[in-house]
């Protein structure tokens, strides 16, 4: 599950239900995280709506026996798939 919060307040701004296995990424103004069947989903950060999903395969993830990660720069995201040791860098523009 993945929830955002309003800073000011506490009160919950959206939720989404999905199964996540990774850490958020916030790339300038767009949000990314890898779901439990090995899909990247791009998240608009104000309403919580995915906009964009890239499949990996396989299309399943051990999230208790290896790490997830997500990171960028200025010019790419990076998803790093600790079962298989394989790192993905993607083009953010």
Not at 16 to 40: H, M, P, W, Y
Not at 54 to 60: D, E, K, L, V
Not at 61 to 69: C, D, F
Request: glycine share 6%.
């Amino acid at each position: 599950t993945l929830l955002s919060l309003d800073i000011e307040n506490g009160r919950e701004l959206w939720r989404t239900e999905k199964e996540f296995s990774s850490a958020i990424a916030l790339c300038g103004s767009e949000l990314f995280a890898l779901r439990n069947d090995a899909t990247l989903v791009r998240l608009d950060p104000t309403t919580g709506f995915g906009e964009d999903e890239i499949a990996f395969s396989p299309a399943s993830i051990n999230a208790g026996a290896a790490s997830y990660w997500l990171a960028c720069d200025e010019q790419r995201l990076f998803v790093y798939f600790g079962d298989s040791q394989e790192l993905f860098a993607l083009s953010l523009s």
